[in-house]
């Protein structure tokens, strides 16, 4: 069983992959709407008040309308590309005493010291020990 989430097999690490994301339409959407309204502002606004900057402002926004408008309906539009890459093989347990053993041990050294009754030690005590 080789699969894409298949991470005891080490040929699957540090491989890379390539994954696309596409706004949603609602998304590329929503920033049409904004890019129409700021061309609008620009044209009615920006230009006649501030000259220069008000045309950049309005090919800026002239822009960002055009490009929305592509990701919303250009049926080319895959989107950006995101590489991922494994970050290599799991790391090994460490050695030495296994996590329960240690939480045995500090539940003991708890009760040794009252800290705890002797029910409360029984019932951890075998929660500890159901787990492995």
């Given at each position: 069983?080789?699969?894409?989430?298949?991470?005891?097999?080490?040929?699957?690490?540090?491989r890379?992959?390539?994954?696309?994301?596409?706004p949603?339409r609602?998304?590329?959407?929503?920033?049409?709407?904004?890019g129409?309204?700021?061309?609008?502002?620009?044209?009615t606004?920006?230009?006649?008040?501030?000259?220069?900057?008000?045309?950049?402002?309005?090919?800026?926004?002239?822009?960002?309308?055009v490009?929305?408008?592509?990701?919303?309906?250009?049926?080319?539009?895959?989107?950006?590309?995101?590489?991922?890459?494994?970050?290599?093989?799991?790391?090994?347990?460490?050695?030495?005493?296994?996590?329960?053993?240690?939480?045995?041990?500090?539940?003991?050294?708890l009760?040794?010291?009252?800290?705890?009754?002797?029910?409360?030690?029984?019932?951890k005590?075998?929660e500890i020990?159901?787990?492995?």
């Amino acid at each position: 069983m080789s699969g894409f989430n298949d991470f005891n097999n080490p040929n699957n690490f540090n491989r890379r992959r390539r994954v696309t994301y596409r706004p949603s339409r609602a998304q590329a959407g929503i920033g049409l709407a904004g890019g129409a309204l700021f061309v609008v502002l620009g044209v009615t606004v920006a230009i006649p008040n501030f000259g220069l900057f008000g045309i950049i402002w309005t090919l800026f926004a002239l822009g960002i309308t055009v490009y929305n408008g592509y990701m919303a309906f250009g049926k080319k539009y895959i989107g950006p590309e995101i590489n991922i890459e494994d970050g290599g093989a799991p790391k090994p347990a460490p050695e030495g005493p296994s996590d329960a053993e240690t939480r045995l041990t500090q539940l003991a050294a708890l009760h040794a010291k009252g800290l705890i009754t002797d029910e409360e030690y029984e019932e951890k005590r075998r929660e500890i020990l159901d787990e492995i």
